[in-house]
């Protein structure tokens, strides 16, 4: 078997809990898999250890695991096996089910003793869905299971680690070599930074959501952009196979990266929104304050207009259909509508002409309102009926409401204060709470903001919590 790098090393952990930054490893497992120089079968070369952790093991960790805190009182401390543990990862292409998880820990223990640790990191989750697309699962436990593996010692550091070696062993004897190393590089996907950014950019950026920004030589960004991981969207940018022109330019022009963590994909969108439109970066497009966007209403006539943005007062609320970039989209909206539903072009105010049949009765597509032959009565109602779909609801409450959304690891939570539709800002403590519910900016309608609260709201509005 000739494995997809010259030396891998299958790592697992056990730890006192799921958040990096402030839980401990409790043991530490490595299978360090080396290809031989004379082309025969790899060389495995098995080491675990117990590791103190200096703080009390949860009981739930406890009966999880096994793991006690009589067992770890008198193991060696991380800063003891530091050194074995890069010995022992040195050089090789570092491999775990989940890694984000494994990687993100001995990231933070190698830095309390005052080290870096960086490594290239290929995460078996992510292999096997990649190679088994159709699996609904993709846990250890479902490929112990799915490829007989046998896992004795599961919840223990080298027992898990030995299942995701034999988890590859399998994956050589099913499918062909070449099927996972074009896996693994198209999951490693090493960036090409440019040479005018530090060859460490990327360890300063973290792994979870958030905003970046990417800076040329003047203040304002060049580009901003959004992702659940920032680390890995980032880095996708400088890939070898540039995605898109504006990545070649970005590449070309970037000389400084800024990025702004968010609690979840929600608050990142918000700011990204916010960030688009007040700094009009030169590379961003889609968000950019479209001027010419707006909600449609049914006017007393019955003919549908388009209100601008700019023409919602204060009080106004954000209600109608749409929403709309602009009144050309509109327009399409509505031509679509009297097709599919015998509507009358002249009472839409799709035409001008003022007597005989309007185009759609000409094509047999009108119901015949602009002939008398339906009243304009029963022509409204059935356009009501046609634009339900697209009806924006009335903001549900008096004031504003809260969506509250929390980091995975527990490390941030954000509230995002809403009202009609729009968003007030983002309070990361109490007090930043209170000084927007006491003094709220005036809501501003935003084409991507509602059209993000609507999504939501549809999806989950038990998210949704009123003030008060």
Same mark, same amino acid.
């Given at each position: 078997? %000739?494995?997809?790098?010259?030396?891998?090393?299958?790592? *697992?952990?056990?730890?006192?809990?799921? =958040?990096?930054?402030?839980?401990?490893?409790?043991?530490?497992?490595?299978?360090?898999?080396?290809?031989?120089?004379?082309?025969?079968?790899?060389?495995? @070369?098995?080491?675990? &250890?117990?590791?103190?952790?200096?703080?009390?093991?949860?009981?739930?960790?406890?009966?999880?695991?096994?793991?006690? !805190?009589?067992?770890? %009182?008198?193991?060696?401390?991380?800063?003891?096996?530091? !050194?074995?543990?890069?010995?022992?990862? !040195?050089?090789?292409?570092?491999?775990?089910?989940?890694?984000?998880? @494994?990687?993100?820990? +001995?990231?933070?223990?190698?830095?309390?003793?005052?080290?870096?640790?960086?490594?290239?990191?290929?995460?078996?989750?992510?292999?096997?869905?990649?190679?088994?697309?159709?699996?609904?699962?993709?846990?250890?436990?479902?490929?112990?299971?799915?490829?007989?593996?046998?896992?004795?010692?599961?919840? %223990?550091?080298?027992?898990?680690?030995?299942?995701?070696? %034999?988890?590859?062993?399998?994956?050589?004897?099913?499918?062909?070599?070449?099927?996972?190393?074009?896996?693994?590089?198209?999951? +490693?996907?090493?960036?090409?930074?440019?040479?005018?950014?530090?060859?460490?950019?990327? *360890?300063?950026?973290?792994?979870?959501?958030?905003?970046?920004?990417?800076?040329? @030589?003047?203040?304002?960004?060049?580009?901003?952009?959004?992702?659940?991981?920032?680390?890995?969207?980032?880095?996708?940018?400088?890939?070898?196979? /540039?995605?898109?022109?504006?990545?070649? =330019?970005? &590449?070309?022009?970037?000389?400084?990266?800024?990025?702004?963590?968010?609690?979840?994909?929600?608050?990142?969108?918000?700011?990204?929104?916010?960030?688009?439109?007040?700094?009009?970066?030169?590379?961003?497009?889609?968000?950019?304050?479209?001027?010419?966007?707006?909600?449609?209403?049914?006017?007393?006539?019955?003919?549908?207009?388009?209100?601008?943005?700019?023409?919602?007062?204060?009080?106004?609320?954000?209600?109608?259909?749409?929403?709309?970039?602009?009144? =050309?989209?509109?327009?399409?909206?509505?031509?679509?509508?009297?097709? !599919?539903?015998?509507?009358?072009?002249?009472?839409?105010? +799709?035409?001008?002409?003022?007597?005989?049949?309007?185009?759609?009765?000409?094509?047999?597509?009108?119901?015949?309102?602009?002939?008398?032959?339906?009243?304009?009565?029963?022509? @409204?109602?059935?356009?009501? &009926?046609?634009?339900?779909?697209?009806?924006?609801?009335?903001?549900? /409450?008096?004031?504003?409401?809260?969506?509250?959304?929390?980091?995975?690891?527990?490390?941030?939570?954000?509230?995002?204060?809403? =009202?009609?539709?729009?968003?007030?800002?983002?309070?990361? *403590?109490?007090?930043?709470?209170?000084?927007?519910?006491?003094?709220?900016?005036?809501?501003?309608?935003? +084409?991507?903001?509602?059209?993000?609260?609507?999504?939501?709201?549809?999806?989950?509005?038990?998210?949704?919590?009123?003030?008060?």
């Amino acid at each position: 078997m %000739r494995l997809f790098a010259p030396a891998v090393a299958f790592v *697992d952990l056990e730890t006192t809990g799921t =958040r990096a930054a402030g839980d401990r490893v409790t043991e530490i497992g490595i299978v360090r898999v080396d290809a031989d120089p004379g082309g025969g079968a790899p060389r495995a @070369d098995e080491w675990s &250890s117990l590791v103190d952790p200096g703080v009390p093991i949860p009981p739930a960790i406890q009966a999880l695991t096994g793991i006690t !805190d009589a067992m770890v %009182r008198r193991a060696p401390t991380f800063p003891a096996v530091a !050194d074995e543990v890069a010995r022992r990862l !040195d050089g090789a292409l570092f491999v775990a089910h989940n890694a984000r998880f @494994d990687y993100g820990f +001995l990231k933070h223990e190698f830095a309390r003793t005052g080290r870096t640790f960086a490594a290239k990191v290929l995460c078996t989750v992510r292999l096997s869905r990649r190679l088994h697309p159709l699996e609904r699962s993709h846990g250890l436990d479902a490929i112990v299971e799915r490829h007989a593996l046998g896992c004795p010692d599961r919840h %223990r550091a080298l027992g898990d680690a030995r299942a995701v070696w %034999r988890f590859v062993q399998a994956l050589y004897a099913t499918h062909p070599e070449e099927a996972i190393e074009a896996a693994v590089r198209r999951l +490693l996907r090493t960036p090409s930074l440019p040479p005018q950014l530090p060859v460490d950019v990327l *360890d300063g950026i973290p792994e979870g959501p958030g905003v970046y920004l990417f800076y040329g @030589d003047n203040p304002l960004p060049l580009y901003v952009g959004k992702s659940r991981g920032l680390r890995e969207r980032v880095a996708a940018h400088f890939s070898g196979d /540039w995605r898109s022109e504006t990545d070649q =330019r970005l &590449s070309a022009e970037i000389r400084r990266i800024e990025v702004q963590p968010t609690a979840g994909e929600l608050g990142a969108l918000l700011r990204e929104s916010m960030l688009v439109k007040t700094l009009m970066p030169a590379h961003n497009r889609a968000l950019r304050r479209k001027a010419g966007a707006g909600l449609m209403r049914l006017g007393e006539d019955g003919a549908p207009a388009l209100v601008a943005a700019a023409a919602l007062g204060e009080t106004d609320a954000i209600a109608g259909y749409g929403p709309f970039a602009t009144k =050309r989209a509109m327009r399409d909206t509505l031509v679509a509508l009297a097709r !599919d539903h015998a509507l009358c072009w002249r009472r839409l105010g +799709l035409e001008r002409r003022a007597q005989g049949p309007c185009f759609g009765r000409m094509v047999r597509r009108c119901a015949g309102a602009c002939e008398g032959s339906e009243t304009p009565q029963a022509h @409204d109602e059935r356009l009501r &009926s046609a634009l339900a779909p697209l009806a924006i609801p009335r903001w549900p /409450w008096p004031g504003a409401a809260l969506v509250r959304e929390a980091a995975p690891d527990g490390g941030r939570v954000e509230v995002h204060v809403l =009202r009609d539709w729009c968003w007030l800002g983002t309070a990361r *403590d109490d007090g930043e709470l209170a000084l927007l519910l006491e003094a709220p900016p005036r809501p501003a309608f935003d +084409l991507d903001v509602t059209r993000l609260l609507l999504r939501l709201w549809a999806k989950q509005p038990s998210a949704f919590v009123p003030v008060r």
